[in-house]
């Protein structure tokens, strides 16, 4: 009670009254909220920090882990231009290994056909070898018919076969020469 009278006593007991404090429920309320301070101090706040703590770990954790994803997704990403560069390089060599064997069975393809060229003119040449000396013997034989009948023609007498084969024999020796 000694409080309260110095401080009702004295300019600031006068500017306590003038602002209209009465000290009986000043002292009451800062008695209550004292105490409502340490309660909530002792088991709200502390509770809160804690759980506040817990999120800000929580959250340093996830940017932990964010900053992991994004070096893996980097490492992923780059390991998948990697990937990509090379088989790009081994398309690049399958196509010119393709276009080294296409040439290589072009030339083969050529070849053949440059051989088989060959064989048909050697057969062509065959055929009108062939054909050429066919055309030469009946034309010998035609002559040597035409020899034997204008011999027999002119001459007037009959031929005998031997005659025949000795005028046909003479003419082909000498549309051979």
Known sequence: ?????????????????????????????????????FLLHRFAYKRVVEMLQERRQIIAESMSNAEKMKSALAQAEAQRRETLTEANAQAVKLIEEARAAAARVQEQETQKAIAAAE??????????????????????????????????????????????????EETARQVAL
């Not at 034989?141 to 031929?159: C, D, F, H, N």
């Open 119 to 168: 064989q048909i003119i050697a057969k062509a040449r065959e055929a009108s070898a062939a054909d050429h000396a066919r055309m030469l013997s009946e034309l010998k034989r035609e002559v040597g018919r035409l020899v034997v009948q204008t011999t027999a023609t002119v001459t007037g007498k009959v031929l005998t076969p031997d005659d025949h084969k000795r005028i046909a």
């Open 1 to 37: 009670m000694n409080f309260i009278m110095f401080m009702s006593a004295g300019i600031v007991g006068d500017t306590a009254r003038e602002f209209g404090v009465d000290w009986p429920h000043f002292i009451a309320q800062i008695i209550s909220f004292g105490i409502v301070a």
